[in-house]
Nanobody
Framework: QVQLAESGGGSVQAGGSLRLSCKYT?????MAWFRQAPGKAREGVAG????????AYAESVKGRFTISIDVDESTMYLQMNSLTPEDTAMYYCAASRNGGPWSQESTYTHWGQGTQVTVSS
């Protein structure tokens, strides 16, 4: 059974940084961070193909966000820099047991409860 637990969300001012953590009980392939803002669809932010060591990002966060995984700590991270109010959302950790494109919700079989990120201007 895969269980995911996010932490690290909070409130910051524009230009600030946050690091999200996702503690997992079993590593998925791929794994990813998604976010959902009020009134908007959930979108993939960053994904990591744990078997191949490759990662990918949404265009809106490229150069600002970094996804990483520490297998010894069973934790996936999302370092978020240069945050803007448009990054305000609930952020979710996701893991797949079946594989598939990282940015598609249907790829993932397990989801965390989410952690709120709020960026003020």
């Amino acid at each position: 059974q895969v269980q995911l637990a996010e932490s690290g969300g909070g409130s910051v001012q524009a230009g600030g940084s946050l690091r999200l953590s996702c503690k997992y009980t079993r590593r998925g392939a791929p794994m990813a961070w998604f976010r959902q803002a009020p009134g908007k669809a959930r979108e993939g932010v960053a994904g990591i193909y744990t078997r191949g060591g490759k990662w990918a990002y949404a265009e809106s966060v490229k150069g600002r966000f970094t996804i990483s995984i520490d297998v010894d700590e069973s934790t996936m991270y999302l370092q978020m820099n240069s945050l803007t109010p448009e990054d305000t959302a609930m952020y979710y950790c996701a893991a797949s047991r079946n594989g598939g494109p990282w940015s598609q919700e249907s790829t993932y079989t397990h989801w965390g409860q989410g952690t709120q990120v709020t960026v003020s201007s």
